[in-house]
């Protein structure tokens, strides 16, 4: 049997990519990792800084490597190693003083490397003038310091800062091979295994979380709460919840729970896609063990209104991103189920 897959791991393309680098023996003043959260863009960016510093340079000619044993290495590994820094939002946001600090531990040379990683993870949540900063930062960079930026995609980053950067693209897993996996090597049932793949996007972690796997960081039981989300959604489409306190109960409680609030908005978002696909492919629908619910529900949304609460629901997620209060935005948008 084929060992597990590995819930972290990058793309084998930008294995590729990063191993050239390194072969060629150069290094760009900055580069950036695009692709989701759990594609391995923060454990690329360790392992690539490991082996630039690794201290046993045979191994690292040999197959572009690191030896992971070296002092180097370990200290890499660890987090503790004096020439590796790390910038992350704060508050869902990367400030100026976050990146003028970074300038200030640059100004000298590397203390034990041979070269100084940054790296400024989420680097698409920098303010504008945080932004403005680090172009300033990459058009004279620090002697032998390099910077890796993570984010979604490109286009959340100024086009001055990409254009001074090297592009490393993650792709996700594909679906059908997560969906394999949680099957042959987790013993997730096919139907849930489909569904949870299919939340995945891409990734093998977040598949995990909506199979309810256990050994998580996350303990919720996504299964069971994305039955009690589509429920409620569900509820509130038919009308039977016509005097609104149930809406607002379950809005209090999404508020409250608010670690757990972005991927309930997937949930909604995921199921409310559904009734609209199911109308002509039911076949599409992601939510496929609640396919019953769908097809009882299906008649009570218009599809013209159905696209109007997706399009809604876009507007809402940037809100609460922008740290917007959670319990007046949510019931702005869960009143308009009743108009």
Same mark, same amino acid.
């Given at each position: 049997?084929?060992?597990?897959?590995?819930?972290?791991?990058?793309?084998?393309?930008?294995? /590729?990519?990063?191993?050239?680098?390194?072969?060629?023996?150069?290094?760009?003043?900055?580069?950036?990792?695009?692709?989701?959260?759990?594609?391995?863009?923060?454990?690329?960016?360790?392992?690539?800084?490991?082996?630039?510093?690794?201290?046993?340079?045979?191994?690292?000619?040999?197959?572009?490597?690191?030896?992971?044993?070296?002092?180097?290495?370990?200290?890499?590994?660890?987090?503790? @190693?004096?020439?590796?820094?790390?910038?992350? !939002?704060?508050?869902?946001?990367?400030?100026?003083?976050?990146?003028?600090?970074?300038?200030?531990?640059?100004?000298?040379?590397? @203390?034990?490397?041979?070269?100084?990683?940054?790296?400024?993870?989420?680097?698409?949540?920098?303010?504008?003038?945080?932004?403005?900063?680090?172009?300033?930062?990459?058009?004279? !960079?620090?002697?032998?310091?390099?910077?890796?930026?993570?984010?979604?995609?490109?286009?959340? =980053?100024?086009?001055?800062?990409?254009?001074?950067?090297?592009?490393?693209?993650?792709?996700?897993?594909?679906?059908?091979?997560?969906?394999? *996996?949680?099957? /042959?090597?987790?013993?997730?049932?096919?139907?849930?295994?489909?569904?949870?793949?299919?939340?995945?996007?891409?990734?093998?972690?977040?598949?995990?979380?909506?199979?309810?796997? !256990?050994?998580?960081?996350?303990?919720?039981?996504?299964?069971?709460?994305?039955?009690?989300?589509?429920?409620?959604?569900?509820?509130?489409?038919?009308?039977?919840? *016509?005097?609104?306190?149930?809406?607002?109960?379950?809005?209090?409680?999404?508020?409250?729970?608010?670690?757990?609030?972005?991927?309930?908005?997937?949930?909604?978002? *995921?199921?409310?896609?559904? =009734?609209?696909?199911?109308?002509?492919?039911?076949?599409?629908?992601?939510?496929?063990? @609640?396919?019953?619910?769908?097809?009882?529900?299906?008649?009570?949304? !218009?599809?013209?209104?159905?696209?109007?609460?997706?399009?809604?629901?876009?507007?809402?997620?940037?809100? =609460?991103?922008?740290?917007?209060?959670?319990?007046?935005? =949510?019931?702005?948008?869960?009143?308009?189920?009743?108009?």
């Amino acid at each position: 049997m084929a060992a597990p897959m590995d819930t972290t791991a990058p793309s084998p393309e930008a294995e /590729t990519v990063l191993k050239t680098i390194v072969k060629n023996g150069q290094i760009p003043n900055a580069l950036v990792f695009t692709g989701q959260k759990d594609s391995g863009r923060k454990q690329a960016a360790i392992g690539f800084a490991q082996t630039i510093n690794c201290q046993k340079d045979d191994r690292i000619s040999a197959d572009g490597k690191p030896c992971h044993q070296c002092p180097s290495c370990r200290k890499t590994a660890s987090g503790a @190693h004096p020439d590796i820094l790390s910038v992350v !939002p704060e508050n869902g946001i990367i400030r100026t003083a976050q990146i003028k600090n970074i300038f200030s531990s640059t100004s000298t040379r590397p @203390h034990e490397g041979k070269r100084r990683m940054v790296v400024i993870e989420d680097a698409d949540m920098m303010n504008r003038e945080a932004s403005n900063s680090l172009l300033k930062i990459l058009e004279e !960079p620090p002697l032998r310091t390099f910077f890796v930026l993570t984010a979604k995609n490109l286009t959340d =980053l100024l086009p001055t800062i990409v254009s001074r950067c090297r592009h490393v693209r993650f792709k996700p897993v594909p679906a059908k091979t997560i969906q394999q *996996t949680l099957v /042959t090597d987790h013993g997730v049932e096919p139907v849930l295994a489909a569904v949870a793949a299919e939340y995945g996007e891409g990734s093998l972690n977040r598949a995990m979380m909506f199979a309810s796997l !256990p050994g998580r960081e996350d303990p919720t039981d996504w299964v069971q709460r994305r039955k009690w989300i589509i429920g409620q959604i569900s509820e509130m489409i038919t009308g039977k919840n *016509t005097d609104c306190l149930a809406m607002l109960a379950f809005t209090e409680r999404l508020s409250k729970e608010a670690h757990l609030l972005d991927n309930s908005m997937v949930v909604i978002r *995921t199921w409310l896609r559904d =009734l609209a696909v199911y109308r002509f492919s039911p076949e599409q629908i992601v939510n496929r063990d @609640h396919a019953d619910g769908l097809q009882k529900i299906c008649g009570c949304l !218009p599809l013209e209104k159905g696209l109007s609460l997706i399009e809604e629901l876009h507007g809402v997620e940037k809100k =609460l991103q922008a740290n917007t209060i959670p319990r007046l935005t =949510l019931e702005s948008f869960f009143l308009k189920f009743y108009t």
